[in-house]
């Protein structure tokens, strides 16, 4: 029987640079897979159904939220955002690893559907670099930074809901983290369960035969 991949769920608060780790993840190791989000609103310039996202009518959205066929979605300013539940379950029994990276409200509703998932927060080195790293985007007012600022603590209370938290002072070394977390969750004896049975048998079988 094949082992089955794991699902990485990570977030963290605007700024902490989840984005930035994942796209580095992903560059080193091409045999992860990105979870692809669905949506209703409608393709910007560049952007490819199945790539970029599954572009859907609002019709086939809610037909598959009536179907169960999302680990979680949400409505933002009038669009439709959702995870597919049956393309990241495909690539996991296919044995791929998937990278989910979602906001904590997200990842929060993906727990509930999903058990087996490896849940990370990504942390700034303090907040005041956080505060920086919002601030050299050069896109946010000074009330918008502030609103930003206070939800980033509130995010942060939520870490306890997480198996594991990386602190993101240097992308390389919070890759290397999360390279060794995925190490080791596939060393766990749950996941490693049908290769220690097939052993087993086999260890039997020499003993016998032998």
């Given at each position: 029987m094949s082992k089955k991949g794991v699902l990485l769920v990570i977030s963290g608060p605007s700024g902490a640079g989840k984005g930035t780790i994942c796209k580095a993840l992903l560059d080193k190791?091409?045999?992860?897979?990105?979870s692809v989000s669905a949506t209703t609103r409608e393709p910007r310039v560049g952007e490819v159904h199945g790539v970029n996202y599954f572009f859907k009518t609002k019709e086939e959205f809610l037909q598959k939220v009536e179907e169960g066929d999302f680990l979680e979605h949400a409505e933002?300013?009038?669009?439709?955002?959702?995870t597919p539940k049956s393309s990241v379950q495909k690539m996991l029994d296919?044995?791929?690893d998937v990278i989910l990276e979602i906001d904590i409200q997200g990842a929060l509703k993906v727990k509930e559907n999903c058990e087996e998932g490896i849940f990370i927060f990504i942390l700034p080195p303090s907040m005041e670099e956080l505060k920086q790293r919002i601030i050299k985007r050069g896109s946010e007012t000074?009330?918008?930074l502030m609103t930003?600022?206070?939800s980033a603590y509130k995010e942060i209370n939520y870490i306890s809901k997480y198996n594991y938290a990386v602190v993101n002072d240097e992308v390389d070394t919070a890759v290397t983290k999360l390279?060794?977390?995925i190490a080791a969750e596939k060393c766990r004896v749950d996941r490693m369960k049908n290769k220690i049975l097939d052993s087993k048998e086999g260890f039997i079988h020499e003993q016998l035969y032998d």
């Open positions: 190791h091409k045999d992860i897979y990105l933002v300013y009038g669009n439709y955002y959702g296919e044995g791929r000074p009330e918008s930003r600022f206070k390279e060794a977390i």
